[in-house]
């Protein structure tokens, strides 16, 4: 079956580790990912995104890296804080076959230890 | 970004009735998605609301029970009809400007049946 999984519940890290959370994808066909991050009490937070045709991409902190060989995904977080306390899902997009929605991943608790 | 607003933030509902939240949106998109999030763990894909005309429905969620409206580019609604306890859930609204870009979400509903 298809599915977006991910390979740690929780992720305990010291205040200013670098972290590194995963995901696994079984789809061949998603051509966009996304990585979010949920606080309680709130909707997920859109973090950084990547296309199929992308192996790495950048933003502020954060690094998502995408290996299609192996269907691995990945969200690294430097010098975390006790902010990025959080969940952290990632999601994919199939191409297009009509749905236009994204699959979310069971989800990765980030706990930031000061 | 678009910016999404839910209400109600959360609701205490008896069996056998029904609940509508309303989802609003500061931008017009061209997407827009409900989500359910059952407490601790991932968002699971209700429907598709499409702007004039009948949502699209993902397996296990039918139109009897989530009717959907999107009367325009900017506002839906999700009823949720004739609730049990097992429809106790985070309810969340979504929207897309485009494929391929951020999918962005409002805080939720948080639904409780006694």
């Known amino acids: 079956g298809e599915s977006v999984g991910l390979h740690l519940p929780t992720l305990s890290v010291q205040e200013g580790d670098n972290s590194i959370i995963n995901c696994a994808y079984s789809?061949?066909?998603?051509?966009?990912f996304i990585w979010y991050k949920q606080e309680s009490g709130k909707g997920p937070q859109f973090i950084i995104d990547i296309r199929s045709n992308m192996d790495k991409r950048q933003g502020q902190r954060v690094t998502v890296l995408l290996n299609k060989t192996v269907k691995h995904l990945s969200l690294q977080i430097a010098a975390t804080q006790p902010g990025d306390s959080a969940v952290y899902f990632c999601?994919?997009?199939?191409?297009?076959?009509?749905?236009?929605?994204?699959?979310f991943g069971s989800g990765t608790r980030l706990q930031v230890q000061p | 970004s678009a910016v999404i607003s839910q209400k109600p933030s959360r609701d205490i509902c008896q069996r056998g009735t029904s609940l509508t939240i309303q989802c609003q949106v500061d931008?017009?998109?061209?997407?827009m998605f409900w989500y359910r999030q059952q407490p601790g763990q991932s968002l699971t894909l209700i429907a598709t609301a499409n702007q004039g005309s009948e949502a699209t429905y993902e397996s296990g969620f039918v139109i009897d029970k989530f009717p959907i409206s999107r009367p325009n580019l900017t506002f839906s609604t999700l009823t949720v009809s004739n609730m049990s306890p097992e429809d106790s859930s985070i309810y969340l609204c979504s929207a897309r400007q485009e494929d391929n870009s951020p999918l962005h979400f409002g805080n939720g509903t948080r639904l409780t049946v006694t």
């Open positions: 999601a994919e997009k199939k191409r297009d076959t009509g749905r236009r929605a994204l699959t």
């Open positions: 931008s017009q998109v061209t997407m």
């Open positions: 789809n061949s066909a998603s051509d966009y």
